[in-house]
């Protein structure tokens, strides 16, 4: 199904915003050698996969999967009709728009004020993320290492590496080591699918027994899952990183290919995982088990799942996916932050002395929340990676009907995300929520969403009149 979505609905979703094959892109008309770098399809493709992917759809996935066979369905229909839209449509605004940042392009559409809590919101959402995906990897690094490498000596490296990252030309060091990694997470995860198809493996998916949730501690389906499956369906944090790559694209007709058929990749190796997990642990039941005897959870049982069913080289494998995803996510999420940043200020970026002015700031902001206990962030990520989706659903609605497009393709997920974000911060236990009750929560979600809706609708007979007026 998700394969056909990318040929079928991929396809409706390209004639939707009306690509423009003789239009040059952003990495012709602005050409700078350093973040408008024309480079080859492959090699956006696996970057953008790459940028988005990182540990989201493997770890997202596995404690999603907890909730029960539901998110075999939300896998497939948010990839399909949420995810690769909301990734395609936002891309495509940044390729017409000179390659401009998330913030800029929704507060194009939904007004100055927006757009200022947009810069404050992307930058927080992106130092959140470069700090999340600093202590995992500089944890297990230290683990394998002698003592005296310890935690906060990997975490120097990494920050030494996330700021060339961030400094360096987009061709120089992402450009030439990402296409590897994308590579070898892809790798990893046909491994995985081949052992599912031909290993003889059961997947237990339970769906015969209902959609009600699996979760030990009884935590419901709705809202709960939805934002705890985001890579691997719809993630805010996709279009932070989709307009790095808008700025290397050669040509418009590339840009379902990479924006929407890497998301496309993104949900298969969710969908994987998903079914791996389950099935290695021998059912709902088994994982739970699993998890609550194993405390490094996830990253065990990819460990574990990978050198079982992959021997040596999927152990291999299994390292480079938990040490150097997460990694690779860190840095371009910094990368971005300099980015959004140098865009609101007016800064330019041609000159290093210029990028490392606006990027150390944002480091010493990522190494204070690093303070913070990884737990705490984590969930604070997770509703802020979520709510960033909705914002940016409404702009792309409000752009594609102002350019009297169909957009219809954007209002239905804006409405759904928005009521599964009002509900989830209603209803989530404190201290990230207000822990109130949940039929409360959906109501005053759905409420909300109405609203939003209602603007919309004024939004559009405002338009109307205008043109009659004219």
Known sequence: MLVVGYAVYGLVAEKVFS??????????????????????????????????????????????????????????????????????????????????????LV??????????????????????????????????LASMTPEYMGRYFWIAVIFIYYLMATVLPVDKLIGRFYPIFGIALLFMAAGIMAMLVFGGVEIPDGMADGLYSRRADGAPVFP??????????????????????????????????????????????????????????????????????????????VNDISLTWLGAFGGVLAMLGVIAAPITTGDTALRSARLIASDFLHIDQRKLSMRFAV??????????????????????????????????????????????????ITLLPALFMTVVCVSYLLCAARPEGFGLDRDFAIGAGMAVALLFLMLFARYRRSCVRGVVAD
């Open 19 to 104: 690509i423009d094959t003789s239009r040059q892109t952003p990495a012709v008309t602005k050409a700078d050698g350093v973040d408008f770098v024309a480079m080859p399809t492959w090699r956006v493709f696996l970057i953008q996969f790459l940028n988005i992917a990182g540990l989201g759809p493997i770890f997202g996935a596995i404690m999603g999967v907890m909730f029960g066979p539901a998110a075999f369905i939300w896998i497939v229909a948010g990839t399909i009709f949420g995810g690769a839209v909301h990734d395609f449509i936002s891309a495509m605004m940044s390729v017409r728009d000179g390659g401009k940042s998330l913030p800029e």
């Open 359 to 408: 990027s150390v700031p944002l480091f010493m902001l990522t190494f204070a929340v690093m303070m913070i206990d990884f737990n705490v962030l984590w969930r604070y990520f997770a509703w802020c990676n979520q709510t960033l989706a909705v914002f940016t659903l409404w702009a792309a609605t409000v752009y594609l009907s102002r350019h009297g497009r169909q957009y219809v």
């Open 224 to 301: 709960m899952m939805f934002v705890s499956i985001a890579c691997g369906a719809i993630s805010g944090f996709h279009a932070t990183q989709s307009p790095m790559m808008a700025r290397c694209l050669k040509n418009e007709r590339l840009a379902r290919p990479v924006f929407y058929g890497a998301m496309v990749a993104e949900g298969v190796v969710a969908l994987i995982w998903a079914a791996a997990a389950i099935a290695f642990t021998g059912g709902y039941d088994g994982m739970a088990e699993y998890m609550g005897s194993h405390p490094g959870g996830a990253a065990v049982l």
């Open 107 to 140: 507060g194009k559409e939904l007004g100055n004020g927006v757009m200022q809590v947009m810069r404050g919101f992307s930058v927080v959402l992106l130092i959140l993320v470069g700090a999340v995906f600093v202590l995992s990897p500089a944890d297990l």
